[in-house]
């Protein structure tokens, strides 16, 4: 069977800053995959790539599930199945987690219907941690509850592929080990493929099969957690050059 995603040599300039560089890469179908890469790496820049919000440099290719899926808007790449959290929640303002959860789902698929969409919204609420908030605004939710909210928002789409844009960033870390239950959870529950991006090298080691590891747009490394955290060049880019902006900083 052929790879889930499969992406050929993915470029995006910001003017004169090369911010993906030659990136290509496949996802199989069932996998958890783990995007590692320091602050300014262009992970993000890659989800906005995979989704639609952006446009690459000509000459890539990126086919989703047997579609191509350059060119396409947004919400018809939603629609063949992929869905996203943010870096930053963008829950809606004004409506109940309920609601959120609802629009979530309508967003991109038009063959679900009013009763059968609240009955799933439900039992997602309920699955990520939410259940008995389903009345509650969403301007109330803890900043943990928001994560959960974003990963079941995500799915009421019944996404094929879920891109987590770090679901850790600003959870302590009994929060960070119940979010990482749930994303196994749905991965196993639903067959799920997972992309996760990550910049913390703990996480990953627990929770994903293979990492995929960039540098200023680059990939430089791929594997297992196991071979990654080994990687020379992972290495260099995480603690050689820490290391080196330390002594820096003791010379001074
Ligand atoms: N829309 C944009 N316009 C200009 N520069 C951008 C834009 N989006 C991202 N960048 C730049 O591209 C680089 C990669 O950013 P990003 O993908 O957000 O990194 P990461 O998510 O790995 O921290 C950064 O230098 C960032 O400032
Ligand atoms: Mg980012």
Known sequence: MTA???VRNLNKH?????????????????????????NGAGKT??????????????????????HNLLGLAPH??????????????????????????VVGALGSRRDQHGADLEARAQALLAQVGLG?????????LSYGDQRRLEIARALAARPKLLLLDEPFAGLGGGEIADLSALIRKVHADEGLTV??????????????????????GEVIAQGSPEDIVRH??????????????????HAA
Do not use: W
């Open 232 to 249: 020379p060049a992972v290495i260099e880019a995480y603690i050689g050059r820490d290391a080196t902006g330390t002594e820096a900083l």
């Open 4 to 6: 889930l995603l499969e």
């Open 132 to 140: 008995g908030k389903e009345g509650v605004p969403v301007e109330v």
């Open 195 to 216: 992309v996760l991006i990550e910049h913390k090298l703990r996480e990953f080691m627990r929770l994903v099969g293979r990492v995929i590891a960039l540098d200023f």
């Open 76 to 101: 018809r790449i939603a629609g063949l199945g992929i869905s996203r959290t943010f870096q930053l929640c963008r829950p809606f303002i004004g409506m109940s987690v309920l609601e959120n959860v």
């Open 14 to 38: 910001f003017g004169g800053l090369h911010a993906v560089k030659n990136v290509s890469f496949t996802v199989e179908r069932g996998e958890i995959v783990g995007v590692l890469g320091p």
């Open 45 to 66: 820049t890659l989800y906005n790539l995979l989704t639609g919000f952006i446009a690459p440099d000509p000459g890539a290719s990126i086919v989703f599930d047997g």
